[in-house]
């Protein structure tokens, strides 16, 4: 089966330090999101793309979060510099725009994040 | 605005029970789409159906059900003869089609099936 892969799948930093995540999303598809989640506000969307373009990035915090893909094959989220209440862990997902499939997203197995 | 809402956030049942996950949702659209989600402990978030705001019937794969109904803006999910393996949190979302493929996420409900 066809994978969202998402690295690191731990990292613990301390506070200030840059956090870099990488989310490499399915061949093929044109659409991928980041996520949040945390046990007080549950499934937060961060940031959204569509052919790599970013349509939809309001849930980020501007000032120390950033979100790229620099390529079809990767996205990046980084936090710089982190806080300890960006500890949480971040999906990356990836889907369809248009087809029999579309809006059906396929989730990474996340990046538990620890900031110190 | 949109909005969902899983008001059971845990459910605990013995192994073979027949249980019922509430998904009720809030939106002014006319086209929008349904899922749910299992989160098993591992972490990562597995689809298991995505129905249209134009299709109301009910649908079953396997041990899974899944009741839409408009009228009361709900899509239930039932899992007849639970197992252990179904321990997990299940999610269901909402997506409006102009809101260009950003799914709203109920908050979850904690599924443990007991043997």
């Known amino acids: 089966d066809a994978r969202v892969t998402q690295t690191p799948r731990h990292k613990v930093t301390e506070m200030g330090q840059e956090v870099t995540m990488r989310c490499q999303p399915i061949?093929?598809?044109?659409?991928v999101f980041w996520y949040r989640q945390t046990m007080m506000q549950g499934l937060e969307l961060l940031a959204y793309?569509?052919?790599?373009?970013?349509?939809?990035d309001s849930g980020m915090p501007k000032d120390r979060f950033s979100a790229e893909m620099p390529d079809a094959t990767l996205a990046t989220l980084k936090i710089q510099p982190s806080e300890p209440r960006d500890s949480a862990v971040y999906f990356c997902?990836?889907?369809?725009?248009?087809?029999?499939?579309?809006?059906?997203?396929?989730f990474g197995a996340g990046s538990r994040l620890t900031v110190l | 605005a949109q909005k969902v809402t899983q008001a059971q956030t845990e459910i605990s049942v013995v192994e073979k029970e027949d249980v019922t996950l509430d998904c009720v949702y809030e939106?002014?659209?006319?086209?929008?789409?349904l899922f749910w989600y299992k989160q098993p402990p591992s972490g990562e978030l597995v689809f298991l159906i995505r129905?249209?705001?134009?299709?109301?019937q009910n649908e079953i794969s396997g041990r899974y059900s899944w009741n839409f109904q408009k009228s009361t803006s709900s899509f239930n999910f039932t899992i007849t003869a639970s197992q252990v393996v179904d321990s997990a949190v299940y999610f269901c979302?909402?997506?409006?089609?102009?809101?260009?493929?950003?799914?709203?996420f109920g908050e979850g409900t904690q599924l443990t099936v007991n043997p």
């Open positions: 997902a990836s889907g369809l725009s248009r087809g029999s499939g579309a809006n059906v997203l396929t």
């Open positions: 939106t002014r659209d006319t086209t929008y789409y």
């Open positions: 793309f569509r052919n790599r373009a970013p349509l939809d």
């Open positions: 129905r249209n705001s134009f299709d109301e």
């Open positions: 979302a909402l997506l409006k089609e102009t809101s260009g493929s950003r799914l709203t």
């Open positions: 061949l093929g598809h044109n659409t």
